[in-house]
Nanobody
Framework: QVQLVESGGGLVQAGGSLRLSCAASGPTFSSYAMGWFRQAPGKEREFVAAITRSGGITYYADSVKGRFTISRDNAKKMVYLQMNSLKPEDTAVYYC????????????????WGQGTQVTVSS
């Protein structure tokens, strides 16, 4: 089992950057693929990015490709989401999640979730 706590959200102007962090607890962090999802008011939760257990392969939603970068540090039990060139449509609550299986883009594949951190991008 793993517990997740996100941080780093906030208010930023369009074109700015934020770095989200996700701190994990538990002895088996490196056995989980990790993902970031987001949910805007009135919308469904959507996939943002994912990373394999070793960190060797990453996946991105088309809407963030080239602007966001997911990374992980297994020794520190941390996952990061570097967000550049932010747009107002990136405004959402961002969630970190752990997948005990293979890396994927469906939120139903992820067993453990953090509480979320709010990202607001002003125009």
């Amino acid at each position: 089992q793993v517990q997740l706590v996100e941080s780093g959200g906030g208010l930023v102007q369009a074109g700015g950057s934020l770095r989200l962090s996700c701190a994990a607890s538990g002895p088996t962090f490196s056995s989980y693929a990790m993902g970031w999802f987001r949910q805007a008011p009135g919308k469904e939760r959507e996939f943002v990015a994912a990373i394999t257990r070793s960190g060797g392969i990453t996946y991105y939603a088309d809407s963030v490709k080239g602007r966001f970068t997911i990374s992980r540090d297994n020794a520190k039990k941390m996952v990061y989401l570097q967000m550049n060139s932010l747009k107002p449509e990136d405004t959402a609550v961002y969630y970190c999640a752990a997948n005990p299986g293979l890396v994927g883009s469906k939120w139903t594949e992820y067993a453990y979730w953090g509480q979320g951190t709010q990202v607001t991008v002003s125009s």
